[in-house]
């Protein structure tokens, strides 16, 4: 094969229109170079078959090193931040098996009634005119993990303020949020062991996880339970953008979940999974990535692949779900686990959104997005709710 083509991830160009540079270099080989200021070279796999082998490859493995964990972290912090997201290996299946239960399909579908409650009081709440992201879409996931875990009515505010942290990206925002979070965690986790309740939270006591390992879950919770706020913001304003398909969602809400999943694999928040590094020299198609070397899957080019996914492109929410499935929530062990929340969340805020709101549009031509090399999301989402 050819050279490896590169991608400069912090271009302007690129980050304006990661998926265009992607499918540049994915028509060329299945393996790209990323490079751009700031950042060690690492590879990226942009195919969908490889992608999916790459994600269930024991050779590839996880560590700390995966993440940049921000500087200036307290010391009695450090311990809470090694989540499920940076293990492998018995000790990620062992946290993982803990976990699992309270997350499933069947447990998250009994919740439905709890989350809609959440999206109405949001909706009753915003103004004529409204930034969807910052008023909406930006609190309900942080709302809904307090009802998850059983935060009393009097301690959300404090969480509210994490959410908007959290949501706001790495920064110093993000970085002073840390040790409340992590202090709310804890309190949390020590007032369910004198007063257990019917919140997740509950379940897990008494099971296989350590203190400081529920602590972490909490933590994690607020951390990676942010995904809905920018699946939502970036589904409307594709909707927005493709008229026929909000025509086609507002008629027939029976769509909606088929067009969560056509949302995340067209306009998913995450363009690049967590690194993973080789442990030995590995070839993909040809392609050799070095041992030691960093490798991610460029999800927003395995998603639109045009040997997984007719007329890729497209967006198309009547397309059919099923095999090969998009990378939206990851793959094999490390699938993300709060995909059937994040998965609910979203159809109930698009369906009430649009029924509540018949004649919402946007009151920007422009959407503003902010420039991330990883995630795909908005910066402001200002609508009229009146038309």
Same mark, same amino acid.
């Given at each position: 094969m050819g050279p490896i083509p590169e991608v400069a991830v912090t271009d302007p160009a690129v980050l304006a229109d990661p998926f265009s540079a992607y499918a540049q270099a994915r028509a060329v080989s299945p393996v790209a170079k990323l490079t751009g200021a700031g950042m060690p070279p690492m590879w990226a796999v942009t195919r969908h078959e490889?992608?999916?082998?790459?994600?269930?490859?024991?050779?590839?493995?996880?560590?700390?090193?995966?993440?940049?964990?921000?500087?200036?972290?307290?010391?009695?912090c450090q311990r809470y931040l090694h989540t499920m997201a940076e293990m492998d290996g018995p000790e990620h299946a062992r946290v993982r098996a803990a976990a699992a239960p309270a997350f499933t399909a069947r447990r998250t579908a009994a919740l439905r009634p709890r989350i809609q409650a959440v999206v109405d009081r949001l909706l009753d709440s915003l103004a004529p005119d409204a930034d969807l992201l910052r008023d909406f879409a930006g609190p309900l996931p942080m709302e809904v993990i307090c009802e998850l875990i059983g935060i009393p009515e009097a301690d959300r505010p404090d969480w509210r303020g994490y959410g908007t942290a959290v949501a706001a990206g790495y920064g110093p925002g993000f970085l002073a949020a840390i040790p409340?979070? !992590?202090? =709310? *965690?804890?309190?949390?986790? &020590? #007032?369910?062991?004198?007063?257990?309740?019917? +919140? $997740?939270?509950?379940?897990?006591?008494?099971?296989?996880?350590?203190?400081t390992e529920l602590v972490t879950l909490v933590w994690h919770l607020a951390l990676a339970g942010q995904t809905p706020t920018n699946l939502i913001g970036n589904g409307v304003a594709a909707l927005f953008a493709h008229p026929a398909q909000l025509d086609l969602l507002r008629g027939d809400p029976g769509l909606a979940p088929q067009a969560v999943e056509e949302l995340m694999r067209w306009c998913g928040p995450q363009l690049l999974t967590t690194p993973r590094f080789a442990t030995t020299d590995i070839t993909i198609d040809g392609a050799?990535?070095?041992?030691?070397?960093?490798?991610?899957?460029? !999800?927003? =080019? *395995?998603?639109?692949?045009? &040997? #997984?996914?007719?007329?890729?492109?497209?967006? +198309? $929410?009547t397309r059919p779900l099923g095999a090969p499935g998009h990378l939206g929530f990851s793959h094999g062990p490390h699938f993300c686990l709060g995909a059937p929340l994040a998965r609910l969340q979203t159809e109930l805020a698009?369906?009430?959104?649009?029924?509540?709101?018949?004649?919402?549009?946007?009151?920007?031509?422009?959407?503003?997005?902010?420039?991330?090399?990883g995630t795909w999301r908005l910066a402001e989402l200002p609508v009229s709710l009146t038309g």
């Open positions: 490889p992608a999916r082998a790459v994600l269930t490859d024991p050779r590839f493995v996880l560590s700390e090193a995966s993440f940049m964990r921000p500087p200036g972290i307290p010391e009695h409340g979070i !992590i202090a =709310s *965690a804890q309190a949390a986790v &020590a #007032a369910k062991r004198v007063s257990p309740g019917a +919140d $997740i939270l509950s379940q897990l006591l008494g099971g296989e996880l350590t203190e050799t990535i070095p041992q030691g070397g960093a490798m991610t899957v460029a !999800i927003c =080019s *395995a998603n639109r692949d045009p &040997a #997984a996914f007719a007329d890729p492109d497209r967006l +198309d $929410i698009l369906t009430t959104l649009l029924h509540r709101f018949p004649n919402l549009t946007p009151t920007s031509p422009h959407t503003t997005r902010t420039p991330d090399p």
